[in-house]
């Protein structure tokens, strides 16, 4: 005859065993609830950025600077209204720190949109350091006043102007470029001399294709 001791173990092992065959059940939740424990199921987002377009009559310059193995690389490249590419450039500097070059990196592009007459530019840049200090943001070093001068005095002359952020994910082109290893001090590269996937990523961003985060924002 079975003790009462021994029957509440056996419903105890018979009810263990139906959680256990169901570790790897979506129904967990369920289960859980069914001995009164409220659960509360987080989903993963996902987020997604995409390269804007800038409305007709402005021209939009990104930029981008990089750092590997103690060389310093920069990009940058202006397109118009319809995404198309304009003209860019790749260069090689040895600067201190990233911030710096990613500064050197909307310093050239400026340049370069003075160069086709821009009259309205929209710079993005995936450095918000560098950002904040052209936007007169921040604490800005000594080292980078030459830059932001050369930078603003060009701006000054332009009708109007803007400086945005954007994720990196969004920003691949210019960081294709920055990557780039020019054997000369800086290139400049006109609509005809693309290589394969820096023209897949500018058409990618023409048709507005979306890229998603890495999650490290």
């Not at 109007?160 to 952020?165: E, N, V």
């Not at 693309?194 to 897949?200: G, S």
Request: aromatic share 8%; no cysteine.
């Amino acid at each position: 005859m079975l003790t009462l001791r021994r029957i509440k173990e056996s419903i105890k092992i018979r009810t263990l065993n139906k959680v256990f065959r169901s570790a790897l059940s979506p129904d967990i939740p369920k289960i859980v609830e069914a001995f009164g424990v409220q659960t509360t199921v987080k989903e993963k987002s996902t987020s997604i950025v995409t390269w804007l377009h800038p409305v007709d009559g402005w021209l939009k310059l990104n930029t981008d600077g990089s750092l590997a193995d103690d060389r310093g690389g920069y990009g940058a490249l202006i397109r118009n209204y319809n995404g198309d590419y304009i003209t860019g450039l790749a260069g090689r500097l040895d600067l201190p720190s990233i911030n710096l070059l990613e500064l050197n990196a909307i310093e050239q592009g400026v340049l370069l949109g003075s160069s086709i007459y821009a009259h309205k530019l929209w710079i993005e840049s995936d450095s918000t350091t560098a950002l904040a200090w052209l936007n007169g943001r921040g604490n800005t070093p000594w080292t980078a006043i030459r830059s932001l001068r050369n930078i603003h005095q060009y701006l000054d002359q332009l009708e109007d102007w803007k400086a945005t952020h954007i994720h990196r994910e969004g920003n691949s082109p210019a960081d294709i470029l920055a990557a780039f290893q020019s054997m000369r001090g800086e290139s400049i590269f006109l609509p005809g001399q693309l290589w394969n996937d820096l023209a897949e990523e500018i058409e990618k961003d023409r048709q507005a294709t979306g890229y998603k985060l890495s999650g490290s924002h």
